[in-house]
């Protein structure tokens, strides 16, 4: 598993600390990862920058395309799973980043899967242009075929997963959220969207996001208010936690897994982190 090497270019949190260096850097590295079952009916299919496809008997939903660079291995890692990929029927994403959707609309082609994204997401996908505070490099614009609302769901051959808007990283940064069975058990699951905004972006009269600074303060409210995922995965994904439930099966990406301590944990490091931001920025 040659992640690992790679993981150690990522910041803890799995943001860029300046994103046109860790531009430069991630793309020369070549990642190759090899998909595998994570829980339940989820998969890890991606590589440098996360993607899970979420099987189902009615045609699958896939998570993140990642980056332009990642296309080829997300599309191998599905097939060599034995899954095909015409099955794959709809598209969601963590955030509207280049690392997790500029491979959308190279997949939606190949796929004919609908795209599926919250509020100003949306809009970013279908401009091609990054339109959070960061305004990081753009990507070929993709129809979005669905825009939701925080709380909507997406169904498809019995599994439901549920939107949570965690707005400030980006306008409209998803975590979705669903349930799976293993071993007899049921386990809820969250796939990280995305916290605070990216180091060093203008917090205040941002012009791509004027309410970065609120929107940012209200995801940090709520994800402290929810109950603990069993299983938070990442879409930066980090080396497995040294201890693993023997009840679930591989190598679980988690930030946290079966850890609601570590889970409030985490959300008051990322907290902290931007209370430190706001200081900096003038304590406003
Ligand atoms: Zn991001």
Redesign the pocket.
């Known amino acids: 598993m040659r992640l690992t090497t790679v993981l150690v270019l990522l910041s803890a949190a799995?943001?860029?600390t300046s994103p046109p260096g860790a531009a430069a850097r991630v793309q020369e590295v070549g990642v190759t990862v090899e998909p595998f079952r994570v829980v339940g009916n989820i998969y890890y299919v991606g590589g440098q920058f996360g993607s899970y496809l979420i099987a189902t008997p009615e045609g699958h939903i896939l998570h993140d395309t990642g980056s332009g660079e990642m296309h080829a291995l997300v599309v191998s890692n599905i097939k060599k799973l034995g899954f095909n990929l015409r099955d794959v029927r709809i598209m969601i994403s963590?955030?509207a980043?280049w690392?997790?959707v500029e491979g959308h609309a190279a997949m939606k082609q190949v796929t004919g899967a609908q795209v599926v994204a919250l509020g100003g997401d949306a809009e970013a996908l279908e401009s091609g242009e990054d339109n959070?505070a960061?305004g990081?490099r753009g990507w070929e614009p993709v129809t979005v075929d669905r825009v939701i609302k925080d709380g909507d769901t997406v169904t498809l051959g019995g599994v439901t997963l549920r939107a949570l808007w965690t707005g400030g990283?980006?306008q409209g940064?998803t975590m979705w959220m669903t349930t799976v069975q293993e071993g007899g058990s049921t386990y809820s699951v969250a796939f990280r969207g995305?916290e605070i905004p990216?180091a060093g972006v203008q917090l205040f009269d941002n012009p791509r996001h004027p309410t970065v600074v609120d929107d940012t303060k209200r995801t940090l409210e709520r994800l402290a208010a929810l109950e603990p995922p069993d299983l938070f995965l990442h879409?930066?994904p980090q080396n497995p936690p040294p201890e693993l439930d023997p009840a679930l099966p591989v190598d679980p990406r988690c930030v946290t897994c079966l850890d609601a301590e570590g889970w409030s944990s985490y959300v008051a490091s990322v907290k902290a982190s931007f209370e430190a931001m706001l200081r900096e920025a003038g304590g406003r």
């Open positions: 799995g943001m860029f963590s955030h980043h690392d997790h959070s960061l990081a990283h980006t940064a995305g990216n879409n930066h």
